[in-house]
């Protein structure tokens, strides 16, 4: 199966900060990456697919890059609702795998 | 609008077994795969398997796949996974979300997630 290391694992951040999320895949996906936002006794919501393609209804302060083995989610400016855990998952494999997340708190 | 509901939570002995429905409405239900996702308590989330919904083709997690059955009912829209030979590791938040394939077909994500079943596993 296809590891997904997501990195940091936690970051705090403020208000209006523009943060970068890192994932990283144990071989290449070309550009089959999904990021998911999840917030606590929520299910995910889908942001992003495809690496960069911004999911119908997401704020455009998300934006998503990347393809081979190294991707990034950029939150432009953060909103106090950004504040949550964020996973990356890939979708190369019909066996899909997620990373473990990085949790984005107040700092 | 797509809704996914969950069957409601349970609670089952070590050894047993345990079946959560997941209900579609909206968009016709043989056009996407339904997959499961698990998330123990505090942890990330864990891809369990999918099914296609007009043919019943699943795929399912190495770890997993001698003891999970992924089927669906066309008639009621509705998707089952079935967890056998139950421990406690397999406490967790158990959730459906439907298998989208984008516009040109290439690309496949999870778009709608059912509301989640709390499965505790305890004697």
């Known amino acids: 199966d296809i590891q997904m290391t997501q990195s940091p694992s936690s970051l705090s951040a403020s208000v209006g900060d523009r943060v970068t999320l890192t994932c990283r895949a144990s071989?290449?996906?070309?550009?089959?990456l999904n990021w998911y936002q999840q917030k606590p006794g929520e299910a995910p919501r889908l942001l992003i697919y495809?690496?960069?393609s911004l999911h119908s209804g997401v704020p455009s302060r998300f934006s998503g890059s990347g393809s081979g083995t190294d991707f990034t989610l950029t939150i432009s400016s953060l909103q106090p609702e950004d504040f949550a855990t964020y996973y990356c998952q890939q979708s190369f494999r019909t066996r899909y795998t997620f990373g473990q997340g990085t949790k984005l708190e107040i700092q | 609008q797509v809704q996914l509901v969950q069957s409601g939570a349970e609670v089952k002995m070590p050894g047993a077994s345990v079946r959560v429905s997941c209900k579609a409405s909206g968009r016709a239900f043989t056009d996407y795969g339904v997959s499961w996702v698990r998330q123990a308590p505090g942890q990330g989330l864990e891809w369990m398997g999918w099914?296609?919904?007009?043919?019943?083709?699943?795929n399912y997690a190495q770890k997993l796949q001698d003891r999970l059955t992924l089927t669906t009912d066309a008639s009621t829209t509705t998707a089952y996974m079935e967890l056998r030979s139950l421990t406690s590791d397999d406490t967790a938040i158990y959730y459906c979300?439907?298998?989208?394939?984008?516009?040109?077909?290439?690309?496949?994500?999870?778009?709608?997630w059912g509301q989640g079943t709390l499965v505790t596993v305890s004697s």
């Open positions: 979300a439907r298998r989208t394939p984008d516009s040109n077909g290439f690309y496949y994500f999870f778009d709608f």
């Open positions: 495809a690496a960069s």
């Open positions: 071989q290449s996906i070309s550009t089959y």
């Open positions: 099914i296609t919904t007009y043919n019943g083709y699943t």
